[in-house]
């Protein structure tokens, strides 16, 4: 059973950086697809970014490009980040990290549906 656990939720102001932190197993990280997505309050859940099978193709949306970066911990393969930085106000949400085993399909990343399991999120505040 896949199992994720996201963390590094925190209050910070406009114009500050976060980095979060996902982990999945039971196997490392390279052996998923995933994405961040993130539900602020009232909203649906949006995509945020995706790291693919090929761990070079990321994808992001428009509203966090160039702000925001997914990478993962190539040395220890154990943990998959988003690097936030120049935060606003609206970033302020909830943030899951969500993961597969199966291959993206063409945009299929921005979906939920392109996912198996993702976990409990982590609350993320951007004060103005």
């Known amino acids: 059973q896949v199992q994720v656990v996201e963390s590094g939720g925190t209050v910070v102001q406009a114009g500050g950086s976060l980095r979060l932190s996902c982990a999945v197993s039971?196997?490392?990280?390279?052996?998923?697809?995933m994405g961040w997505f993130r539900q602020a309050p009232g909203k649906e859940r949006e995509f945020v970014a995706a790291?693919?099978?090929?761990?070079?193709?990321?994808?992001y949306a428009d509203s966090v490009t160039g702000r925001f970066t997914v990478y993962r911990d190539s040395a220890k393969d154990t943990l998959l980040y988003l690097q936030m930085n120049n935060l606003r106000p609206e970033d302020t949400a909830v943030y899951y990290c969500?993961?597969?085993?199966?291959?993206?399909?063409?945009?299929?990343?921005?979906?939920?549906?392109?996912?198996?399991?993702w976990g409990q999120g982590t609350q993320v505040t951007v004060s103005s």
């Open positions: 969500e993961a597969t085993t199966r291959a993206f399909s063409a945009g299929s990343f921005r979906f939920e549906s392109a996912y198996d399991r």
């Open positions: 039971p196997r490392t990280v390279s052996s998923y697809a």
């Open positions: 790291n693919s099978w090929i761990v070079t193709n990321s994808y």
